[in-house]
Protein backbone atom coordinates (compact mmCIF):
# COMPACT_ATOMS: atom_id res chain seq x y z
CA UNK A 1 0.00 0.00 0.00
CA UNK A 2 3.14 2.42 0.50
CA UNK A 3 3.41 3.54 -3.21
CA UNK A 4 -0.84 4.04 -2.93
CA UNK A 5 0.01 6.54 0.30
CA UNK A 6 2.84 8.21 -0.96
CA UNK A 7 0.55 8.82 -4.74
CA UNK A 8 -2.02 10.20 -2.30
CA UNK A 9 0.03 12.34 -0.41
CA UNK A 10 1.74 13.59 -3.88
CA UNK A 11 -1.59 14.09 -4.93
CA UNK A 12 -2.52 16.44 -1.99
CA UNK A 13 1.07 18.39 -1.64
CA UNK A 14 -0.62 19.98 -5.20
CA UNK A 15 -4.03 19.74 -3.94
CA UNK A 16 -2.97 22.35 -1.02
CA UNK A 17 -1.14 25.12 -2.54
CA UNK A 18 -3.24 27.56 -2.30
CA UNK A 19 -3.31 29.01 -6.13
CA UNK A 20 -5.97 29.47 -9.03
CA UNK A 21 -7.77 26.30 -8.65
CA UNK A 22 -7.95 26.34 -5.11
CA UNK A 23 -9.58 29.86 -5.15
CA UNK A 24 -11.56 29.84 -7.70
CA UNK A 25 -13.07 26.74 -6.24
CA UNK A 26 -13.62 28.14 -2.73
CA UNK A 27 -15.57 31.08 -4.51
CA UNK A 28 -17.90 28.97 -6.51
CA UNK A 29 -19.08 27.39 -3.10
CA UNK A 30 -19.71 30.78 -1.62
CA UNK A 31 -21.61 31.49 -4.12
CA UNK A 32 -22.89 28.39 -5.91
CA UNK A 33 -22.83 25.99 -2.94
CA UNK A 34 -20.64 22.79 -2.66
CA UNK A 35 -22.27 20.34 -5.71
CA UNK A 36 -21.21 23.17 -8.13
CA UNK A 37 -17.66 24.18 -6.64
CA UNK A 38 -17.17 19.64 -6.29
CA UNK A 39 -17.96 19.72 -9.94
CA UNK A 40 -15.36 22.26 -10.80
CA UNK A 41 -13.12 20.54 -8.66
CA UNK A 42 -13.78 16.96 -10.37
CA UNK A 43 -12.78 18.70 -13.71
CA UNK A 44 -9.25 19.57 -11.74
CA UNK A 45 -9.00 16.25 -11.30
CA UNK A 46 -9.10 15.39 -14.75
CA UNK A 47 -6.72 17.96 -15.78
CA UNK A 48 -4.42 17.09 -13.05
CA UNK A 49 -4.73 13.11 -13.91
CA UNK A 50 -3.56 14.42 -17.76
CA UNK A 51 -0.63 16.18 -16.59
CA UNK A 52 0.21 13.39 -14.24
CA UNK A 53 -0.10 10.78 -17.32
CA UNK A 54 2.18 13.07 -19.28
CA UNK A 55 4.93 13.15 -16.49
CA UNK A 56 4.93 9.29 -16.23
CA UNK A 57 5.26 8.55 -19.98
CA UNK A 58 8.17 11.51 -19.45
CA UNK A 59 9.74 10.20 -16.81
CA UNK A 60 9.94 6.41 -17.58
CA UNK A 61 11.72 7.12 -20.85
CA UNK A 62 14.32 10.30 -20.03
CA UNK A 63 15.24 8.53 -16.17
CA UNK A 64 16.60 5.97 -18.46
CA UNK A 65 19.39 8.76 -18.89
CA UNK A 66 21.75 8.97 -15.76
CA UNK A 67 22.13 13.05 -15.81
CA UNK A 68 18.10 13.51 -16.76
CA UNK A 69 17.47 11.60 -13.39
CA UNK A 70 20.42 13.08 -11.22
CA UNK A 71 18.21 16.51 -12.74
CA UNK A 72 15.07 15.56 -12.00
CA UNK A 73 16.64 14.56 -8.26
CA UNK A 74 18.21 17.93 -7.49
CA UNK A 75 15.69 19.89 -9.17
CA UNK A 76 12.56 18.15 -7.81
CA UNK A 77 14.38 18.59 -3.88
CA UNK A 78 14.75 22.19 -4.65
CA UNK A 79 11.33 22.66 -5.79
CA UNK A 80 9.85 20.79 -3.04
CA UNK A 81 11.87 23.13 -0.27
CA UNK A 82 11.03 26.18 -1.97
CA UNK A 83 7.61 25.45 -1.93
CA UNK A 84 7.79 24.22 1.69
CA UNK A 85 9.44 27.86 2.31
CA UNK A 86 6.87 29.20 0.34
CA UNK A 87 3.94 27.82 2.68
CA UNK A 88 5.79 28.81 5.69
CA UNK A 89 5.35 32.34 4.56
CA UNK A 90 2.06 31.97 3.63
CA UNK A 91 1.13 30.95 7.41
CA UNK A 92 2.71 34.50 8.95
CA UNK A 93 0.94 36.65 5.65
CA UNK A 94 -1.84 34.52 4.74
CA UNK A 95 -4.05 35.86 1.54
CA UNK A 96 -7.46 37.24 1.99
CA UNK A 97 -9.57 35.07 -0.33
CA UNK A 98 -11.85 37.91 -2.28
CA UNK A 99 -16.26 36.28 -2.05
CA UNK A 100 -16.81 38.33 -4.87
CA UNK A 101 -20.46 37.25 -6.81
CA UNK A 102 -19.75 35.31 -10.03
CA UNK A 103 -22.64 33.94 -12.28
CA UNK A 104 -23.58 30.36 -12.08
CA UNK A 105 -22.41 27.84 -14.51
CA UNK A 106 -23.55 24.64 -16.21
CA UNK A 107 -22.55 21.52 -14.69
CA UNK A 108 -20.70 20.70 -17.86
CA UNK A 109 -19.02 24.29 -18.01
CA UNK A 110 -18.30 24.21 -14.35
CA UNK A 111 -16.23 20.88 -15.08
CA UNK A 112 -14.72 22.52 -18.27
CA UNK A 113 -13.85 25.26 -16.12
CA UNK A 114 -11.88 23.23 -13.89
CA UNK A 115 -10.07 21.16 -16.16
CA UNK A 116 -9.17 24.39 -17.85
CA UNK A 117 -7.60 25.82 -14.57
CA UNK A 118 -5.33 22.77 -13.76
CA UNK A 119 -3.81 22.81 -16.76
CA UNK A 120 -3.32 26.30 -17.36
CA UNK A 121 -2.15 27.01 -13.26
CA UNK A 122 1.49 27.79 -13.32
CA UNK A 123 2.08 26.23 -10.39
CA UNK A 124 1.03 23.15 -11.75
CA UNK A 125 2.89 23.18 -14.64
CA UNK A 126 5.83 23.92 -12.56
CA UNK A 127 5.24 21.47 -10.21
CA UNK A 128 4.57 18.31 -12.69
CA UNK A 129 7.67 19.53 -14.36
CA UNK A 130 9.83 19.41 -11.08
CA UNK A 131 8.13 17.87 -8.66
CA UNK A 132 5.70 15.06 -10.31
CA UNK A 133 9.08 13.85 -12.67
CA UNK A 134 10.98 13.46 -9.45
CA UNK A 135 8.80 10.87 -7.87
CA UNK A 136 7.06 9.17 -10.43
CA UNK A 137 10.46 8.23 -11.72
CA UNK A 138 11.73 6.92 -8.60
CA UNK A 139 8.43 4.65 -8.33
CA UNK A 140 8.82 3.63 -11.65
CA UNK A 141 12.15 2.94 -12.57
CA UNK A 142 14.11 -0.02 -10.94
CA UNK A 143 17.13 2.13 -11.04
CA UNK A 144 15.92 4.12 -8.47
CA UNK A 145 14.49 1.13 -6.41
CA UNK A 146 10.98 1.16 -8.16
CA UNK A 147 8.88 -0.97 -9.82
CA UNK A 148 6.93 -0.12 -13.31
CA UNK A 149 4.42 -2.20 -11.27
CA UNK A 150 3.63 0.14 -8.46
CA UNK A 151 2.43 3.08 -10.85
CA UNK A 152 -0.80 1.80 -10.62
CA UNK A 153 -1.39 1.85 -7.32
CA UNK A 154 0.32 5.14 -7.35
CA UNK A 155 -2.03 7.09 -9.62
CA UNK A 156 -5.08 5.37 -7.84
CA UNK A 157 -3.66 6.90 -4.46
CA UNK A 158 -2.98 10.65 -6.79
CA UNK A 159 -6.21 10.08 -7.95
CA UNK A 160 -8.45 9.31 -4.89
CA UNK A 161 -6.84 12.42 -2.93
CA UNK A 162 -7.57 14.71 -5.93
CA UNK A 163 -11.14 13.80 -5.40
CA UNK A 164 -11.08 13.58 -1.65
CA UNK A 165 -9.43 17.37 -1.68
CA UNK A 166 -12.47 18.41 -4.32
CA UNK A 167 -15.21 17.13 -2.33
CA UNK A 168 -13.62 18.87 1.43
CA UNK A 169 -12.87 21.98 -0.48
CA UNK A 170 -16.19 22.53 -2.30
CA UNK A 171 -18.68 21.18 0.70
CA UNK A 172 -17.06 22.53 3.42
CA UNK A 173 -16.48 25.81 2.27
CA UNK A 174 -19.96 25.65 1.11
CA UNK A 175 -20.92 24.97 4.37
CA UNK A 176 -19.21 27.61 6.24
CA UNK A 177 -20.11 30.38 3.70
CA UNK A 178 -19.54 33.80 5.81
CA UNK A 179 -17.02 32.46 8.12
CA UNK A 180 -13.78 31.55 5.56
CA UNK A 181 -10.57 34.12 5.52
CA UNK A 182 -7.48 34.33 6.53
CA UNK A 183 -7.44 31.44 9.36
CA UNK A 184 -8.23 28.94 6.77
CA UNK A 185 -5.25 30.06 4.28
CA UNK A 186 -3.31 30.06 7.56
CA UNK A 187 -3.71 26.67 7.89
CA UNK A 188 -3.53 25.41 4.62
CA UNK A 189 -0.42 26.91 3.80
CA UNK A 190 1.30 25.02 7.39
CA UNK A 191 -0.33 21.35 6.84
CA UNK A 192 1.17 21.70 3.38
CA UNK A 193 4.37 23.02 4.52
CA UNK A 194 4.83 20.04 6.26
CA UNK A 195 3.69 17.39 3.21
CA UNK A 196 6.24 19.41 1.03
CA UNK A 197 9.21 18.93 3.68
CA UNK A 198 8.18 15.04 3.72
CA UNK A 199 8.24 14.29 0.05
CA UNK A 200 11.52 16.24 -0.09
CA UNK A 201 12.91 14.62 1.60
CA UNK A 202 11.36 11.14 -0.46
CA UNK A 203 12.78 12.34 -3.21
CA UNK A 204 15.99 13.51 -2.16
CA UNK A 205 16.67 10.06 -0.30
CA UNK A 206 15.45 7.88 -2.83
CA UNK A 207 18.41 9.88 -5.41
CA UNK A 208 20.74 9.13 -2.95
CA UNK A 209 20.06 5.54 -3.03
CA UNK A 210 20.40 5.45 -6.86
CA UNK A 211 23.81 7.18 -7.04
Not at 177 to 201: D, E, H, I, M
Amino acid sequence: MKPFWTGYLLSISLCMDLGIVNVATIRVALTQGGTAAFLMGVGSCVGDLIYFTLAAVGAATLAQWAPVRWSLWLFGTAVLLYLAWKMAREVAHPRQITMDESARQSHHSLLLTGMGLALASPTAILWFAAVGGSVIASFGDSTTGGDRGTLLPFAAGFAAAGLTWAAMIAYGAGALRGSLGKPLTRALALVSAGVFLYLAAVVFVRGLRAI
